[in-house]
């Protein structure tokens, strides 16, 4: 704790004695100094609120109260000792019965905080029984009320100086070590409010900042949408007359012409694949592709993937094997998604397969876990796991590190390495693939160990609809 942090506690919070003192300790003093010097002893805030309470009552008391009009006396009185606040220093207030009242007031670091009352005690020297006890009641009976009175314990005054003093002083005490741990208590929970304050203010702030980025992201995807939109249409017809010019429709080309005609046609449909994908992807973030579903055979798919990926595989020298298990039960999907689905994940395959290799086309049973498309809910527990038929696209190329297999599912990700930079891409492939799938409500997953090729495994659920339907 700081110097200058203390010293404003210090002035600032000794306010109310009933803060800093313990209660149980206060009482427990006043009891021991009551059976030392058989005096009673009180203590008060400064509102007059008793803290700690040790006495006896005495006969003389007893018999007074016994009494209407002593009643009615002694309880003026002890009210009005009750109230004396002794701004001064201590004071000494006198019963009607000759008894005494010392109030002493409790000071703290130079705040009057309470003050406690000593009392009542008759003064050594006293002798008779005053007239004011013996008036305060027609019925009063001189001698009982000697009697009671010589029963009140006698002090020399001295003597209550030096018991005020030595209360005084262990009041001190215990009001130092309160307030020291009072005074813990309150930095504790000051420090804990700011530490509270400080995470609201970053917690504000975190929100504003996501709010922005979302502002940031939708802007971004309408821009890439509106950007893809209006380049597709040139884009189709510089495709087109690249076309009708490399045929001859124009006239005949030479050599060197219909080359660069052919390379305008090759990188315009590289460029409209690219700006199909980013207008895929967009649709799929906004939730906006419709699904024409159909129930289709996961075999059939299979086979027809063979059929369309086997000219390209024969050009790079790679094979393709295809598995299909028998009794596969039929899905319901959307024909041209999923073929873009497997499409992507073949492609890819045969970009990274050595020649010579062979790529491995597999339809088997299988189940999808509950949860499996991530709903993030809790009744996950309760589900039982869908039936799907799960189609895998094995490789033999180059694969992928542990630590990038999950990443490569994000939009224009691809694993850093000059051997996959080599092979092109854009990297928006397998972030489509993946989000195609779980529209579908099915998974994807990778299995690979670099240099050891990769296996993606696409799991569809079956059907609900009768097969053909
Ligand atoms: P790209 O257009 O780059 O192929 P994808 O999203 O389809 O984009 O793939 C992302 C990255 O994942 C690729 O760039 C490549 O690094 C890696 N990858 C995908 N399939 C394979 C595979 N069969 N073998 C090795 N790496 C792969």
Known sequence: MSGAVSAELELADVARLEDIVDRRALNEVCRSFFELFSISLRVFTREGVMLADAHEEREICRYVNSLGDGRRACSALVSEVKRTDPVDGPTVHACFTGAEYRIVPIVYQGQRLGRFVLGPYVPAERREVPRSLLVIDARIDPEQ???????????????????????????????????????????????????????????????????????????????????????????????????????????????????????????GDHLLALITSLLDLNKLEQGSMRLHREVMD???????????????????????????????????????????????????????SPPGSAIQLIARHAEIAPGGSDDGFGAVLLAMPTRAVEIGIIDAGIGIPKEEQSKIFDAFYQVDGGSTREHGGTGLGLSIVKRIVE?????????????????????LPESDEPAGG
Do not use: C
């Open 145 to 267: 009320a000697r009697n009671a009175l010589s029963e009140m314990p006698r002090v020399r005054k001295e003597t209550v100086d030096r018991i005020g003093e030595h209360l005084s002083r262990t009041l001190d005490l215990i009001l130092f070590s309160g307030h020291r741990a009072f005074l813990t208590s309150q930095m504790h929970v000051a420090s804990v409010r700011e530490s509270f304050r400080e995470l609201a203010e970053k917690n504000q702030h975190l929100q504003e900042a996501f709010g922005r980025l979302k502002e940031l992201d939708r802007l971004k995807s309408n821009f890439l949408a509106t950007v893809s939109h209006e380049l597709r249409t040139p884009l189709t017809s510089i495709i087109g007359y690249s076309d009708m010019l490399a045929t001859g429709i124009a006239g005949e080309l030479n050599g060197e012409q219909q080359e660069f005609v052919e390379t305008i046609r090759s990188k």
């Open 439 to 459: 529209a579908h409500g099915g998974t994807v997953r990778v299995e690979s160990e670099p240099g050891h090729g990769a296996a993606f495994w696409v799991a």
């Open 298 to 352: 996961a075999g059939a798919l299979v086979t027809d993937l063979k059929k369309t990926m086997t000219p390209s595989a024969m050009k790079k020298s790679v094979g393709i094997d295809m598995k299909i298990e028998p009794g596969l039960p039929p899905l319901h999907v959307d024909p041209v998604r999923i073929r873009q689905v497997l499409f992507n994940i073949t492609e890819n395959a045969l970009k990274f």
